[in-house]
């Protein structure tokens, strides 16, 4: 079964981390303690949280909510954090994730990217993915490259 997140706001660059990997770290702005809850009981998401108070609730402590209490500021470290507690993989899904909205990303023609990326991008990428709601585009870039190091970098320092 594919484990699914719920990231509080407070864990917002966590949650980017983990969409980087591929995993499905839904965030909802605005939402209390109890709609965050209710909404990782509702859609079977693990919490992901830095409240300390969530988890001394009787629903977290008798286990019927997955929640994980995210101990430190640095999001890379999160990342480590929740990697080792929850035995994820950082060779999950790597870059099939919008960052911005969660969804998944579709393979984009060239054709279909002409225009929509800059040029000197058409002329050098073959590869396009694009997000189908916030119609993000996504290419093998220099900021995928230094993505792609930081990645390694931290699965070599968790030796996972």
Same mark, same amino acid.
């Not at 709609?35 to 992901?48: D, M």
């Not at 500021?73 to 480590?80: A, F, H, I, V």
């Not at 870059?95 to 000197?120: H, M, W």
């Not at 997000?131 to 030796?159: D, V």
């Given at each position: 079964?594919?484990?699914?997140f &719920?990231?509080?706001?407070?864990?917002?660059? /966590?949650? %980017?981390?983990?969409?980087?990997?591929?995993?499905? *770290?839904?965030? !909802?702005?605005?939402?209390?303690?109890?709609?965050?809850?209710?909404?990782?009981?509702?859609?079977?998401?693990?919490? &992901?949280?830095?409240?300390?108070?969530?988890? /001394?609730r %009787?629903?977290?402590?008798i286990?019927?909510?997955? *929640?994980?209490? !995210?101990?430190v500021?640095d999001p890379?470290?999160?990342?480590?954090?929740?990697v080792?507690?929850?035995?994820?993989?950082?060779?999950?899904?790597?870059?099939?994730?919008?960052l911005?909205?969660?969804?998944?990303?579709v393979?984009?023609s060239?054709?279909?990217?002409?225009?929509l990326?800059?040029?000197?991008?058409?002329?050098?990428?073959?590869?396009?993915?694009?997000?189908?709601?916030?119609?993000?585009?996504?290419?093998?870039?220099?900021?995928?490259q230094?993505m792609?190091?930081?990645i390694?970098?931290?699965?070599?320092?968790?030796?996972?």
């Amino acid at each position: 079964m594919e484990v699914t997140f &719920l990231v509080d706001v407070n864990a917002v660059k /966590l949650a %980017r981390w983990l969409r980087l990997l591929g995993y499905d *770290a839904k965030v !909802v702005p605005g939402a209390d303690d109890n709609r965050l809850i209710a909404l990782a009981l509702k859609e079977g998401r693990a919490l &992901l949280t830095r409240d300390t108070q969530i988890m /001394l609730r %009787r629903i977290v402590t008798i286990g019927k909510l997955k *929640a994980l209490l !995210v101990r430190v500021d640095d999001p890379k470290l999160q990342l480590n954090q929740v990697v080792t507690a929850m035995g994820l993989s950082f060779n999950y899904r790597p870059f099939t994730r919008c960052l911005e909205c969660n969804q998944p990303l579709v393979i984009l023609s060239k054709e279909d990217a002409r225009g929509l990326v800059p040029p000197y991008v058409f002329t050098t990428q073959t590869e396009f993915k694009q997000c189908s709601t916030c119609k993000r585009i996504y290419w093998r870039g220099t900021h995928w490259q230094n993505m792609n190091r930081e990645i390694e970098q931290l699965k070599a320092e968790t030796r996972l």
